[in-house]
């Protein structure tokens, strides 16, 4: 399974932008899927998960509200749709799926990561 992050950029505060993980492999739609974030300095940290039909969703407390998480499993695909943007968010962004089961906010339910897409948010 490969999990291949992108839609990171460059955005002001108070944007948006749509990050994308296409996920290899024909399982896809029996993963719950994560998204990571990692700021420089700093651990890395949930943001937001779903379960594998995207009936049900978790988000960090901090982006809840201004994020939504959503998949298509046609597709292969998770998103995360970022709104209302601050310079807090600045981070690398991993998604990661897991086996099977609920979605987590552990990263230690996840098995396989994507590389990372980077969001800078400027102020």
């Known amino acids: 399974v490969q999990l291949q992050a992108s839609g990171g950029g460059l955005v002001q505060a108070g944007g948006s932008l749509r990050l994308s993980c296409a996920v290899s492999?024909?399982?896809?739609?029996?993963?719950?899927m994560g998204w990571f974030r990692q700021a420089p300095g700093r651990e890395r940290e949930f943001v937001s998960a779903?379960?594998?039909?995207?009936?049900?969703?978790g988000y960090a407390d901090s982006v809840k509200g201004r994020f939504t998480i959503s998949r298509d499993n046609a597709k292969n695909t998770v998103y995360l749709y970022m709104n209302s943007l601050n310079p807090e968010d600045t981070a690398v962004y991993y998604c990661?799926?897991?086996?099977?089961?609920?979605?987590?906010?552990?990263?230690?339910?996840?098995?396989?990561w994507g590389q990372g897409t980077l969001v800078t948010v400027s102020s």
């Open positions: 990661a799926a897991a086996r099977g089961g609920v979605w987590s906010r552990s990263e230690s339910s996840y098995v396989y």
């Open positions: 492999g024909r399982t896809f739609s029996t993963y719950p």
């Open positions: 779903i379960n594998w039909s995207g009936d049900s969703t």
